[in-house]
């Protein structure tokens, strides 16, 4: 999750982006135009990136719905290709290339991978995404937004009405993360949703009497949902997760503009998995040579916060950080304004351990920014919780922190008011955003972040390992025929997981097939940088100031941005 906050509107240092050319009345008409019908379409969407017309909405996730959707993107697909046959400006081709793939990358979804016909997961983290956004951040009035939550909430039945017409035969993977996200929403609604409605109806009994209706029925809905999803769907769940290597390859295609072929791609990954592990292996011995480097890595773990204590031992330990990408001069930071570490909604707890979520780059009001922290469930057992919190030892977490927050997602997000265009702040490629993130954590390592501490560096090889072991985990259960069991032994035997969160990470790979994209992405972040310093006789600052304020765009895309002549 990425994100957006207040400090953005101070200026930006950043020199190497000119601003683009005036629009072709074609084009600009043609730009707007999608984008409001992309939004009516997905007012969760609409509202997440800080456009309210349509607060009070909810998707339509019907078959009609859909088959709707795919229908209009087909016609601004064929309008797109019409106007890009004309001329266009280096900065107007850029755009129509971005938006082009956007649509085909939904096509792709909506036609042939359909989740919507496969996974419960959506329906089920759609009500309580969709309603999170509207308490968490103050971008009106609270009466307002309780209004809109109102309208949300009796919608929600509807929601999962059309999860029941429209899943049929998913992968039991799928079912049972959907499982616990429903029984989480379950919690969600009746407590943190009506703790928020009764401070916001402000003492107006007939406003909270609508609220009381809505959160009622909405409630109700979903703890029958959650039912239906453990005692009817789940036994019948025995669909396949893989999508073929058709469908993978054209994912990246469309998402993140990278195309090679198989062989290569996993090859590449494998190599790094190699690199990494023997780095891993010698900084290990660097740390205690009596030990195995699985052993090594556990005494990092064994220093880990309680479960009380998690949130507030992570909260504790951003500003360092911070401190040192300014101490160090490594990329300007532009606002003085923190981030708010808080558990991970529970409807939102499908796998990760930790994530940002921001303001949208058109909130002109709402300042909040949510470092999400996931803590322990009450349902899991003694094993599982502690080797939860395993995780959260102060070396894995220094290089979240770098990840989550300085100089990954919260300072790739404080540019976003500088992006120069509408289409680059509404785009997002994951080998941009996740590669960033996770090139900052080898990148402030290789500049002393940790101060030389090899459990330091140890750490920065255990997150690299473990992006490398989904590089390769997404390529094989989607094209290899590989099973999560399988997955989740490749993370415990080569990037030493707990086996409790090997097997969430495998898991994840199911869902998520391209999230190799966090080492794909750095290494292409990595060959830029290079290619940068060298051709523009930049210093690395530069590099990484120039390379943050052209958005989240696919990487091919910002090298030809950056190294226009």
Known sequence: MKIRALAVLLAIGCTHAS?????????????????????????SLATRVGLHDGDANLEDLSRAGIETRIAELKDALARLQAIRRGPLSFDEDIDAQLIEYQIRGTLLDQEQIRLWERSPMGYVSLPGGSIDGLMKRDFAPARGRLESVIARLKQVPRIYADAKENVKDPPKEFTDLAVRMSRGSVGF????????????????????KQFDEAQSQAAAATRDFAGWLQTDLLPRSHGQYAIGAEKFLAKLKYDDMVELPLPELLAKGEAQLAKDHAAFVETAR??????????????????HPTADDLIPSVARSVEAA?????????????????VKVEQTPPYARSG?????????????????????VTPVEQDWDAKHKEEHLRLYNPWVVGMINVHEAYPGHYLEFLYAPRFPTKVRKLSHSSTNSEGWAHYCEQMTVEHGFGGGDPKMQLAQLSEALLRDCRYITGIQLHTGGWTVEQGAR????????????????????????????YTLGKLMIQDLA????????????????????????????????????
């Open 19 to 43: 601003p683009p050319a005036p629009a072709t009345p074609d084009f600009a008409t043609f730009v707007d135009g999608y984008y409001k019908m992309r939004f009516a379409r997905l007012p």
């Open 189 to 208: 609604f009746e407590k943190a949703v009506t703790s928020w409605a009764h401070e916001a109806a402000g003492g107006d009994a007939e406003l909270q």
């Open 286 to 303: 660097r740390v205690d040579a009596t030990k195995t480097p699985e052993e090594v890595m556990k005494t990092l773990s064994d220093v």
């Open 322 to 338: 911070r401190e040192f990408v300014v101490a160090h001069d490594l990329v300007t930071v532009p606002s003085e304004v923190r």
């Open 352 to 372: 990760s351990f930790a994530s940002m979520d921001t303001p949208g780059p058109f909130e002109t009001t709402a300042t909040e920014a949510f470092y999400y």
């Open 490 to 517: 490749l993370f415990r035997e080569q990037c030493f997981q707990e086996p409790a969160n090997a097997f969430e990470e495998a898991r994840r790979g199911t869902y998520n097939p391209t999230y190799l994209y």
């Open 530 to 565: 290079r290619d940068y310093m060298r051709e523009k006789h930049a210093s690395l600052k530069q590099f990484h100031d120039a390379f943050v304020g052209q958005g989240a765009l696919p990487i091919p895309l910002v090298r030809k941005i950056l190294l226009r002549p």
